[in-house]
């Protein structure tokens, strides 16, 4: 009998043991399946799209301004809204794989979506018909109606596509590692690190070559290429397809958060005239080993957002026959409130971040431009924020984590919320580098009376390195941090949906920045001493950027302050999971008479429950 159970344990433990399946809904060998043999294939097809995508929204504006013949802000502002909207549709994106086709299914179809943008935006800039026709000496005939309707059109399909392809291939990645195993947390704790180096080294050759191709040699050749790379990049996704992990669709939390904050919200304010008890243990929750069944995790109690522990209040038979919500799903809409709370300063910093894409290179084309006998293209200087990042991240990821972890004990280094709060002082710092750049920019055109709209002024774009040096080390903080606290942090069933707070926040950041750009112009335009021109106008060589860039410098400030008082009040998340006694050692098994409270690659805080403990002692 015992050699059958030993038989069962060990056949039980050549599967993974957090329930992931394969397409077909078996579950799926560890060692076959998962980690980095299947995270290969996925990281190769981030590199692509996102040369795909910055292949296009790095060199928008120029685009807009030389070849659709629009002036500064509608451009900026065409950018913004078009940005937003491709980091915001990952909201129903992540919904729609949360609650009905998985994250697998929802990236296959929305995938083809984006490639079908992607051909549509390549044949607006191609063919002639489609697009407006210059002349040798530069003059461009103004775009019409239909030419402006099909290129904007090509640009939404793509942001449509978007919406399921960006929430869903980063968590499908992270779905490779089993939680329930020490090696793969170890090694999911470096995953987003080396997502974001493979997507940044797509951002690098998009604006390393294809801007150059695109201004040099011609603009549908440059958006030919990446449309090409992405068509053979999800070819090398499906190829990967025997070595995926799939966590299947959990229809009760799915169907929706929406409809469990309702009602844990709900039955918070039915309880709102009852005390709250002094322990934990007497609101409603079910035993650990219920979740383990169910293949869900149990939250531990936190006293965040006290008055929602009314929602878990027992009712007895006879005063009503509903069924009270448990601790988890009272936590669960917790850890959603706290995220928001969260998510709201770090929507500046994805502001700034939107000034690398439309006034920073409208900046650089003022600028001379001319390298070794070649004149780059403006947009082209973005790459030293992929090269500062590609450089930054084995260095954080190998020297400076393990460092930090040796005095803090914390298998990050550092907190989720640390990494955040250092990545939005560096923005600080790209924003006052940009003003004193701005302010010698404007002292130059001064000194040499360079005030023509096509003048360039004799300076250098490389004094703008500096602010381009430090978005990258900042985004290795910042956004790479996001990303991951917003996975780390949601809910088990909710994980889709926790990685748009990432995308949201970059989407309503150029919203805001496209709303400030034209609420700042509007105000300037009119106001007393500056002879109706605006901070932001055609000709940046007789505007005040500098003073739009004052006015960003203290938002961040201010903004940085916020930030600092909302993480020392945050609250992470804490799981009951069930591990193998010989995970852990000696001194933590004697912890609390068994169950001890120690940190796991991915989750903070976690409150592990140690089978045998008592036999063991």
């Known amino acids: 009998m015992e050699d059958t159970m030993e038989d069962e344990a060990k056949q039980q433990d050549l599967y993974t043991k957090d329930g992931s399946v394969d397409l077909r809904g078996r579950p799926v060998l560890a060692a076959r399946t998962g980690r980095w043999k299947a995270c290969a294939f996925l990281v190769g097809y981030e590199a692509f799209e996102r040369m795909a995508f910055y292949g296009v929204a790095s060199n928008l504006v120029v685009y807009l301004t030389t070849q659709l013949r629009e002036a500064t802000v509608p451009s900026v502002r065409n950018v913004n809204n078009w940005t937003g909207a491709v980091w915001m549709t990952p909201i129903a994106g992540a919904y729609i794989a949360d609650t009905f086709l998985g ?129 053979l990049s999800l070819l090398l996704f499906y190829v990967g397809t025997p070595f995926y992990r799939h966590k299947p669709v959990q229809r009760d939390t799915a169907a929706g958060p929406a409809r469990l904050v309702g009602r844990v919200f709900r039955e918070a304010f039915a309880n709102r005239g009852r005390q709250l008890p002094d322990s934990a243990g007497e609101l409603q929750e079910h035993e650990t080993a219920w979740y383990t069944a169910a293949g869900k995790r149990r939250l531990h109690h936190t006293r965040a957002f006290r008055s929602l522990d009314r929602a878990a209040l027992r009712w007895t038979e006879e005063e009503t026959s509903r069924r009270p919500c448990t601790v988890t799903e009272v936590e669960e809409v917790k850890l959603i409130l706290g995220m928001i709370v969260v998510w709201l300063p770090t929507l500046v910093p994805c502001t700034i971040w939107a000034q690398v894409n439309t006034l920073f290179v409208k900046q650089g084309t003022t600028l001379d431009r001319s390298f070794g006998g070649v004149r780059i293209p403006a947009a082209s200087l973005g790459c030293f924020i992929t090269i500062s990042m590609l450089l930054c991240i084995p260095v954080y990821d190998r020297v400076l984590v393990p460092l930090v972890r040796r005095r803090t004990g914390n298998p990050r280094g550092i907190t ?23 302010v010698r920019r404007m002292r130059v055109i001064r000194d040499r009376s360079v005030h023509g709209a096509g003048d360039t002024v004799p300076m250098s774009i490389f004094w703008m390195l500096p602010q381009y040096v430090l978005m990258g080390v900042g985004d290795v903080f910042n956004s790479v941090g996001i990303l991951e606290f917003f996975y780390d942090q949601s809910p088990d069933g909710m994980r889709s949906l926790g990685t748009t707070f990432f995308t949201s926040g970059l989407g309503v950041g150029n919203f805001l920045n496209s709303l400030l750009v034209t609420l700042v112009d509007r105000a300037t335009r009119g106001a007393r001493g500056t002879d109706g021109k605006s901070w932001i106008g055609d000709n940046l060589n007789d505007s005040h950027l500098d003073y739009y860039y004052v006015f960003l410098l203290l938002l961040s400030v201010v903004n940085t302050a916020l930030f600092v008082w909302v993480a020392t009040r945050y609250k992470y998340k804490r799981e009951f999971l069930e591990v193998d006694l010989e995970l852990l050692s000696t001194p933590e098994l004697e912890m609390a008479g068994g169950h001890g409270r120690v940190e796991s690659g991915m989750k903070m805080d976690a409150t592990w429950t140690v089978k045998g403990a008592q036999a063991a002692m």
Not at 152 to 174: H, Q, R
Not at 423 to 435: F, H, I, K, R, S
């Open 416 to 438: 989720l919320l640390q990494r955040l709060g250092i990545g939005c002082v560096l923005q600080v710092l790209v924003v006052l580098c940009a003003y004193l750049v701005e």
């Open 103 to 231: 994250r697998f299914w929802t990236f296959t179809v929305s995938s083809l979506i984006y490639l079908a943008g992607m051909v549509l935006i390549t044949l607006a800039v191609s063919l002639k018909p489609l697009h407006p026709q210059c002349s040798p000496d530069g003059g461009c005939a103004p775009a019409t109606r239909q030419q402006v309707a099909f290129f904007y059109g090509a640009l939404y399909t793509m942001a449509i596509g978007a919406g399921g392809t960006k929430p869903n291939i980063s968590t499908f990645g992270a779905d490779q590692f089993d939680d329930f195993e020490a090696r793969d947390r170890e090694v999911k704790a470096s995953f987003f690190n080396w997502w974001m180096f493979s997507s940044f080294t797509g951002g690098l050759v998009a604006v390393l070559v294809l801007v150059f191709v695109q201004e040099n040699v011609g603009w549908g050749v440059g958006y030919t290429i990446p449309t090409v790379g992405l068509a």
